[in-house]
């Protein structure tokens, strides 16, 4: 009796509508923001982007916005660390400081109850932040930690070698903490410069949800990020992408091979980007069963899951995927990789699989808006990549717009079996032509 | 300043709550169903737990509980394999399940209006597999896969898992939730359906509903439903062997190339919540919170990383839902220079320092007015609500418990944190473990940190840092 009750709800479940409202509030200052106005639960969550992040690191200088990032919290205006972080936790508020390679993120949680308190250190650590050299150094510290553990970490040896060949030269081609020398060798002088550098007010995009009206915001956005400067560095070329095809192996000692593909992606400006999404959807993306999931695990049991997906990012695009499996399967896995890229590319998606992407993704889209945290955070995210508050009401029927003849083209334009590079961390078996590193 | 913050601090009221609009009731068969009502978005997550983890595996077929979790994913007498997850992705919701030592749950979100087909799979997986030998082996494949990459890859991990094996001499739960590869690698079609039909059944789940759902609408779909499904009489409250006395401490040094980061874990056995019994608990909760629940202003971090530079970072853990015995953990990770044992001993200082000088009033209010707080936080995100009940009541608590908790962690005084620590931090009731590389001093140390992010507010780890205290690495297996 179940099967045709599920036949007749699926096909009930035409796409909902995402009611979402989103006001766009520009401060007496100028300062712009998407807000989601909603009383429910008496806090604010508030999601703040610099873009320039750590592609911004000057020449030799590798890990000084991470560095930064890290230190803001760790001693503002009069306080040092631990009487600034003793005023955050006296209010209870939340902030997260982090920085990646196309910005430096803030989010913070603040009750209504003692929001201009919470704001007034908030303030204090993005305006004034102390960069005691004793903090500095603590931090610095951890930092090291990391990037020396990171050294016998199987994934992020893969992560790095990936980054390297496919952006050599380039900030995006090291790891954004930097490496031992570089950090080692910061002076509090690169950190200060590097909070001139990436913390300012020409690309900041601010998205904010919860208890709190129009008004109130823009007052909120002048008194956090009006004393800013105006201009912080220019951002650095666009990066060439300079993968080359094939499979490079990192010999280490592990049973199970980590394994990273991939090739050029798209971005996400392109009139195509939609259409890739879908592709990348059937192909390895996640949050339904996709042909890499159904060949590899289900159908072979030769690892727990493997994912691709379009990365798109301001300074170069590519798109990746990956997986680990036991050593002797990796020979294997990636011819399976290698026949399913081909096969998408050549025949492109079925009709019944386009429909049934159409029918994931435009019912899982309504469902994201969920909670103000996740609501001021994609507010933020809209902005960065250029797209308008309509595009909400919009996305679903753009997405069952496409053709099958659509979305198949840019298939074949995305899709370069020829072009896919590896890299294989472990000791992988059954693997013709791998260039050892 | 520290003066003036804690002032601040005494004369903020504690924030006006929110209705919970939290409902429970039970069905006839014993099914016990939990509702939470937040009506902001039109999606639902509908949690279905078993009282059923994998320390309620027979000997010798370890990894049971999470094998079968996987097999619930593949065919029922109504359902083909995948076809569960297939019908919810078409709908645009996620599904999934996770495997713990006193628990499986099995979870999707969709949109609200989809509840009663979620509920129809549900109920229909929970007495009608109908399993196919090869698809089964194939599986087997994936969690050896699984336990590959979780555990045999990552030395961090294996040292977990040896700390654990030394910890609980007979209790099962010094047995790895996904099991030692030597028995997972070994479990049969049988063993799979021997622990099915032992251990699902309605009287022995509960159901976790949260999101724009009406309680009695719940009702009349789980009546629906899960109703028809006879309660199992066979169904007894877990017994299982518990710890004999521990006489003496243990001790471990689990040396691995692939470690980049030195640190000594300590664990302590401390007692868990009970229903009806909680303040030891929340004395635990709030010791850990003081000792390292902020690494800027707690106990650890302010002691060897600010006032001496003995640590790059210190913390301490506690989590009271279990159905048994759990554990309170401290970690040091030793800065530049500084050994394994200087660090223990600086640990060890810190410690009796501590129990020595009490607690500081004034950091307790902060600790507390958090914990107040994050029950506003908590209520922005209906799902972590949802496993938070789903949880507790899998660990032998109640709905009761559940709502008594923030009032008993406001109510504990120093005196109370005090005792409860002093009764725990016993090290013949203790495993110390040190992690270190085989190569001597080749890499300087990587912290991990310890923070319960149901238990309060707690500070994210210093940037870059495993968010995951390294003594539970493992507790709670999230299938994908």
């Known amino acids: 009796m179940l099967r045709p009750l599920i036949a007749v709800l699926a096909l009930l479940a035409a796409p909902a509508f995402a009611e979402v409202e989103v006001e766009e509030v520009t401060s007496p200052g100028g300062i712009e923001a998407w807000l989601i106005e909603d009383h429910t639960l008496p806090f604010l969550a508030l999601e703040i982007r610099f873009e320039g992040g750590t592609a911004l690191d000057p020449e030799g200088r590798r890990g000084a916005v991470n560095l930064m990032?890290?230190?803001?919290?760790?001693?503002?205006?009069?306080?040092?660390?631990?009487?600034?972080?003793?005023?955050?936790?006296?209010?209870?508020?939340?902030?997260?400081?982090?920085?990646?390679?196309?910005?430096?993120?803030?989010?913070?949680?603040?009750?209504?109850?003692?929001?201009?308190?919470?704001?007034?250190?908030?303030?204090?650590?993005?305006?004034?932040?102390?960069?005691?050299?004793?903090?500095?150094?603590?931090?610095?510290?951890?930092?090291?930690?990391?990037?020396?553990?990171?050294?016998?970490?199987?994934?992020?040896?893969?992560?790095?070698?990936?980054?390297?060949?496919?952006?050599?030269?380039?900030?995006?081609?090291?790891?954004?903490?930097?490496?031992?020398?570089?950090?080692?060798?910061?002076?509090?002088?690169?950190?200060?410069?590097?909070?001139?550098?990436?913390?300012?007010?020409?690309?900041?995009?601010?998205?904010?949800?919860?208890?709190?009206?129009?008004?109130?915001?823009?007052?909120?956005?002048?008194?956090?990020?009006?004393?800013?400067?105006?201009?912080?560095?220019?951002?650095?070329?666009?990066?060439?992408?300079?993968?080359?095809?094939?499979?490079?192996?990192?010999?280490?000692?592990?049973?199970?091979?980590?394994?990273?593909?991939?090739?050029?992606?798209?971005?996400?400006?392109?009139?195509?980007?939609?259409?890739?999404?879908?592709?990348?959807?059937?192909?390895?993306?996640?949050?339904?069963?996709?042909?890499?999931?159904?060949?590899?695990?289900?159908?072979?049991?030769?690892?727990?899951?493997?994912?691709?997906?379009?990365?798109?990012?301001?300074?170069?695009?590519?798109?990746?995927?990956?997986?680990?499996?036991?050593?002797?399967?990796?020979?294997?896995?990636?011819?399976?990789?290698?026949?399913?890229?081909?096969?998408?590319?050549?025949?492109?998606?079925?009709?019944?699989?386009?429909?049934?992407?159409?029918?994931?993704?435009?019912?899982?889209?309504?469902?994201?808006?969920?909670?103000?945290?996740?609501?001021?955070?994609?507010?933020?995210?809209?902005?960065?990549?250029?797209?308008?508050?309509?595009?909400?009401?919009?996305?679903?029927?753009?997405?069952?717009?496409?053709?099958?003849?659509?979305?198949?083209?840019?298939?074949?334009?995305?899709?370069?079996?020829?072009?896919?590079?590896?890299?294989?961390?472990?000791?992988?078996?059954?693997?013709?032509?791998?260039?050892?590193? | 300043m520290r003066r003036l913050i804690a002032?601040?601090?005494?004369?903020?009221?504690?924030?006006?709550?929110?209705?919970?609009?939290?409902?429970?009731?039970?069905?006839?068969?014993?099914?016990?169903?939990?509702?939470?009502?937040?009506?902001?978005?039109?999606?639902?997550?509908?949690?279905?737990?078993?009282?059923?983890?994998?320390?309620?595996?027979?000997?010798g077929r370890s990894g049971i509980a999470h094998y079968l979790e996987h097999l619930l994913f593949k065919a029922t007498d109504e359902l083909e394999a995948g076809e569960f997850s297939d019908t919810v992705a078409a709908l645009g919701g996620t599904d999934n399940a996770f495997t713990s030592y006193d628990y499986t749950a099995y979870f999707q979100r969709v949109a609200a209006e989809h509840l009663g087909l979620m509920m129809e799979m549900e109920a229909d997986r929970m007495t009608d597999l109908a399993l196919d030998a090869e698809d089964i082996l194939t599986e087997r494949d994936v969690v050896i896969e699984e336990r590959r990459q979780r555990t045999d890859n990552d030395p961090g991990a294996l040292f977990s898992e040896q700390r654990r094996a030394a910890q609980y001499l007979n209790h099962p739960y010094g047995v790895p939730v996904i099991g030692w590869a030597q028995e997972a690698d070994a479990l049969t079609l049988d063993d799979a359906l021997e622990f099915y039909g032992a251990h699902y059944a309605p009287n022995n789940a509960v159901l976790v509903v949260a999101g724009d759902v009406f309680p009695g609408e719940v009702r009349d779909l789980a009546e629906e439903h899960y109703g028809p499904i006879p309660a199992d009489p066979a169904i007894a409250p877990r017994e299982r062997p518990q710890e004999p006395p521990q006489l003496a401490e243990r001790r471990i040094a689990f040396e691995d190339p692939r470690v980049g980061q030195p640190y000594v874990v300590r664990t302590y056995l401390a007692p868990e919540r009970d229903a009806g019994d909680q303040r030891e608990a929340a004395?635990?909760?709030?010791?850990?919170?003081?000792?390292?629940?902020?690494a800027q202003t707690a106990v650890l971090p302010q002691k060897l990383q600010f006032e001496n530079e003995d640590a790059l970072y210190a913390t301490a853990f506690y989590d009271g839902l279990s159905y048994d015995d759990t554990l309170f953990g401290v970690l040091v990770v030793p800065a530049p220079g500084v050994t394994l044992e200087e660090g223990e001993e600086a640990l060890d200082r810190a410690l009796a320092e501590f129990l020595e000088e009490g607690v500081d009033e004034d950091q307790l209010e902060r600790v507390k007015f958090q914990f107040e707080a994050a029950r506003i936080y908590a209520q922005d995100d209906p799902g972590s609500r949802a496993r938070t009940y789903g949880a507790a009541l899998t660990s032998g608590l109640t709905v009761r418990d559940v709502q008594d908790w923030p009032g008993i962690i406001q109510s504990i005084t120093p005196e109370e944190i005090e005792d409860a620590l002093a009764r725990v931090l016993d090290r013949d009731r203790a495993v110390t473990g040190y992690l270190t590389t085989t190569e001597p001093a080749a890499f300087e140390p990587v912290p991990a940190s310890a923070a319960d992010p149901a238990a309060g507010a707690p500070p994210p780890p210093p940037a870059g840092l495993p968010a995951e205290p390294a003594g539970d690495a493992a507790t709670v297996l999230e299938d994908s």
Not at chain 2, 20 to 46: C, K, Q, Y
Request: overall charge negative.
């Open chain 1, 69 to 437: 990032t890290a230190t803001l919290e760790e001693g503002a205006a009069d306080m040092d660390a631990t009487a600034f972080a003793q005023a955050r936790e006296a209010l209870a508020a939340s902030f997260e400081f982090d920085s990646y390679s196309d910005a430096v993120s803030v989010s913070a949680a603040m009750l209504t109850e003692n929001r201009e308190e919470a704001v007034e250190i908030l303030r204090a650590a993005l305006v004034e932040p102390r960069f005691d050299q004793g903090a500095i150094d603590r931090v610095r510290g951890q930092v090291l930690s990391i990037i020396r553990s990171d050294e016998t970490d199987p994934q992020a040896l893969a992560a790095r070698a990936f980054a390297e060949a496919a952006f050599p030269g380039h900030p995006y081609g090291s790891a954004d903490d930097g490496t031992a020398e570089s950090v080692a060798a910061l002076t509090r002088e690169d950190i200060v410069e590097a909070h001139r550098a990436a913390i300012a007010r020409d690309w900041v995009y601010v998205g904010a949800a919860g208890d709190i009206t129009a008004e109130e915001l823009g007052a909120l956005l002048d008194e956090l990020l009006g004393a800013l400067p105006e201009t912080g560095a220019p951002r650095p070329d666009r990066a060439e992408i300079a993968l080359e095809p094939g499979v490079e192996v990192i010999e280490f000692d592990i049973p199970q091979s980590i394994i990273l593909f991939g090739h050029e992606g798209i971005a996400r400006d392109d009139d195509d980007y939609l259409a890739a999404y879908v592709v990348d959807t059937a192909l390895g993306g996640s949050g339904r069963q996709s042909r890499l999931m159904e060949e590899v695990r289900e159908r072979r049991g030769l690892t727990y899951g493997i994912g691709t997906g379009l990365f798109p990012r301001e300074l170069g695009d590519l798109y990746q995927g990956s997986l680990s499996t036991a050593n002797p399967n990796a020979g294997e896995v990636i011819e399976v990789v290698r026949d399913e890229f081909e096969r998408i590319a050549e025949e492109g998606l079925t009709e019944d699989e386009l429909a049934e992407v159409k029918e994931y993704l435009t019912g899982a889209y309504p469902l994201r808006f969920d909670g103000n945290g996740a609501l001021a955070s994609i507010a933020v995210g809209m902005q960065m990549v250029g797209l308008g508050p309509d595009y909400i009401a919009e996305r679903n029927d753009l997405v069952d717009a496409l053709t099958l003849e659509e979305v198949n083209r840019v298939a074949s334009e995305l899709i370069r079996p020829e072009e896919l590079s590896f890299v294989v961390v472990g000791r992988p078996e059954g693997i013709e032509g791998a260039v050892a590193d």
């Open chain 2, 7 to 59: 002032a601040l601090a005494l004369a903020l009221p504690m924030p006006a709550l929110a209705d919970e609009a939290v409902t429970s009731f039970a069905l006839d068969n014993g099914l016990e169903v939990v509702v939470i009502e937040d009506h902001r978005a039109p999606a639902a997550v509908h949690m279905l737990w078993y009282r059923a983890g994998s320390a309620d595996e027979p000997p």
């Open chain 2, 283 to 294: 004395a635990l909760t709030l010791a850990a919170a003081l000792l390292g629940g902020s």
